[in-house]
């Protein structure tokens, strides 16, 4: 028998999910800066080794994480200023209509409004200062050498879509549809210039991020993060590498990303991402999915493959649908792709998001890699023995959830469930359901999984007016946080707790 490519998870350990714009600040968002370190506070303190978050990418309409302007950028918005305060790159006075914002949620559209001007005053403070590097984090010139794949042709890309009133790139003229005929025009001063701003932008980000991870790993803390399968259409990387994708000569799509109707849908899913041109990746050797990982082994510990059946078959819809129902499934070279992945990332750790209707074929495809699939405890409560998701049926290379950033909170998920699926919870938990939340957490991390992370909803208990993200809902995702005091009080009344039960449970 062919031994996986991978076998990394041989420990049992635990975490907690939150995504970065869920923590304090008083700047409209969580960022990279005092609160993330404060979190690691919290995480050592109760003996968690593992915290998960959301992709990091710059967001575009609708706010999602999921849909982002580039797959090897950071989202400027998670920057800390306070060090660019510090080192006069930016006046509080010129705070103020920051810290107008909420603290309790993120409110996005005046975010987007507040934001961009004050990170712009940085940007040229710094490039008159003629400075080439900025608190520890390394010479400009030498991050944007490092990045060059990428950041030219991204940097770039914003600019324009700034310059064109933030539309869709298939709607700019066509001199500027096309990544070599857009260098080839006569670029405005401005372009350029928004060009410039964003190069440093990414590189704050990327010196922040380098630093919060060496502050979480020197507190034995390794931070797991997700890489969305598919790119937005409206994203640099399909503007400049068009012939990856499944575009037509306009750059219009042939087809796009979605999933079958099912249980939860009649009419299935449909995304809309372009879909990969997997010939043109093959003829490369994968260069650009290979290089994609490298990016995200410089963001993240270990990092979470979201969508993982799609790399053994995706479902192919015509452009021209208005629902996923007449797609087809089209089968793509998973297992090469992961082996050139393993010949120049040996050692990394990527975990299988393996949810949904699962085929044979994608089990064997995760077994070839050897990656961690997921079981999450809200899925598992049918009232059938053998589901999958109920503990009793976990394989150890597995990561345990009791819920994820699309369920609802384990308090809210189980208010609003029936009685016979209440029922089945307490029965199987040998629990009243008083105290639910906890009580999943509990399952959770006493599972044979290896690896079990919660929501810090769940630590919480809070209920689905802290939910996430509900997909398929247009608006009011992405906008919850929590406030310092919710952290203090967790710390105060549970840390110790959370750590005595880790220990007994052999995850400490």
């Known amino acids: 028998m062919t031994a996986p490519l991978y076998n990394w998870l041989n420990e049992r350990t635990s975490g907690v999910l939150l995504h970065v714009s869920s923590l304090p600040s008083n700047t409209g968002i969580g960022n990279l800066g005092a609160s993330a370190h404060r979190y690691i506070d919290f995480m050592e303190a109760a003996g ?6 959301c992709p990091l990418g710059p967001t575009g309409y609708g706010d999602s994480p999921y849909q982002c302007f580039s797959a090897f950028a950071g989202n400027p918005y998670f920057i800390d200023l306070d060090p660019l305060v510090a080192d006069g ?3 509080e006075n010129e705070l103020r209509s920051l810290y107008a914002l909420p603290n309790d949620h993120v409110d996005y559209a005046a975010l987007y409004d507040v934001f961009w001007p004050i990170l712009q005053y940085a940007y040229d403070r710094f490039k008159r200062s003629g400075a080439d590097h900025f608190d520890g984090y390394g010479c400009i010139k030498a991050f944007r050498k490092a990045q060059s794949a990428w950041i030219e042709d991204y940097a770039l890309f914003l600019a324009l879509k700034s310059h064109f009133d933030g539309k869709c790139w298939l709607e700019w003229p066509a001199a500027f549809r096309d990544v070599n005929k857009a260098r080839q025009n006569k670029l405005s001063e401005e372009i350029l210039e928004a060009a410039e701003a964003n190069i440093f932008y990414q590189y704050l980000f990327y010196g922040q991020l380098t630093k919060l991870r060496s502050y979480a790993a020197s507190r034995g803390i390794e931070i ?12 640099s990387d399909a503007w400049a590498n068009r012939e990856l994708f499944q575009l037509k000569k306009n750059g219009k799509p042939e087809a796009v990303a979605g999933v079958p109707p099912d249980y939860f849908s009649a009419d299935g899913q449909l995304w809309g991402n372009p879909l990969y041109n997997w010939k043109a990746h093959q003829e490369t050797k994968f260069e650009w999915w290979v290089d994609r990982i490298k990016a995200n082994l410089e963001f993240f510990d270990i990092v979470r493959l979201d969508h993982f059946r799609g790399f053994e078959s995706y479902w192919s819809v015509p452009a021209d649908e208005t629902t996923a129902r007449n797609g087809k499934w089209i089968q793509c070279p998973g297992l090469e792709l992961f082996k050139e992945i393993k010949a120049v990332c040996p050692d990394a750790k990527l ?39 109920l503990p009793h049926n976990y394989s150890r290379n597995t990561v345990a959830y009791s819920g994820t950033h699309d369920n609802n909170t384990t308090l809210g998920w189980y208010s609003e469930e029936g009685e016979k699926t209440q029922d089945h919870v307490r029965r199987y938990l040998t629990v009243s359901g008083d105290e639910v939340a906890w009580d999943m957490v509990r399952t959770a991390f006493k599972s044979s999984a290896l690896m079990a992370i919660v929501p810090l909803q769940d630590l919480m208990s809070l209920g689905s ?14 906008q919850w946080r929590y406030t310092s005091e919710q952290l203090d009080d967790l710390q105060k009344n549970s840390a110790a707790y959370l750590k005595n039960l880790l220990e007994l449970y052999g995850r400490a």
């Open 351 to 389: 975990v299988a998001e393996d949810l949904g209707v699962i085929t044979d074929e994608v089990n064997t495809l995760r077994a070839a890699t050897g990656l961690p699939g997921m079981a999450v405890l809200q899925f598992a409560f049918d009232g059938q023995a053998d589901n999958a998701y």
């Open 48 to 53: 968690l080794h593992v915290w998960q978050i």
């Open 465 to 478: 007016e802290a939910r996430l993200n509900t997909p398929g809902a247009a608006m009011g995702n992405w």
């Open 89 to 91: 790159l930016i006046h």
């Open 224 to 235: 797991l993060g997700d890489v969305p399968i598919f790119v937005a259409l409206d994203s």
